[in-house]
């Protein structure tokens, strides 16, 4: 498979042992592979560079927050975990409404699911009249 990635543009933060924060693995998994393959002609022992996808980051942050005891201990839900209890959701309210059916219930719960997350990164959860 061939690497996408520019590695010059990454190379002063990789050396600087900084924390690449990328959108997705596929991203991640390339810059790590790019930055081994820039190494091992040097050096016998390649330090682990730290790159990361925003998912693994923000629960690592997250997990430094109940650990220093700056939130409450808790469970964080699994993308799937998650998407279930939006269909949940929809289930109980489209059994409420007589009459109304969704002819795909679970689009409706991952677009759902999709605007509750674009909600939070917006500070949404301090809006009063948010139903």
Do not use: Y
Request: with cysteine; charged share 25%; proline share 6%.
């Amino acid at each position: 498979m061939r690497l996408t990635v520019d590695l010059p543009l990454f190379l002063p933060l990789l050396e600087a042992g900084a924390c690449i924060v990328t959108p997705g693995k596929r991203l991640a998994r390339e810059i790590t592979e790019s930055w081994v393959r820039h190494c091992e002609s040097d050096n016998p022992v390649i330090a682990t560079p730290r790159v990361t996808t925003v998912d693994g980051w923000l629960e690592q942050a997250w997990l430094r927050a109940v650990e220093s005891g700056r939130l409450p201990s808790g469970r964080l839900l699994t993308p799937q975990q998650d998407l279930a209890v939006w269909q949940r959701i929809i289930r109980t309210d489209l059994d409420e409404r007589i009459g109304f059916s969704l002819t795909h219930p679970r689009a409706a719960a991952q677009r759902a699911q999709t605007a509750w997350n674009k909600l939070m990164m917006h500070d949404g959860a301090g809006w009063k009249d948010l139903w």
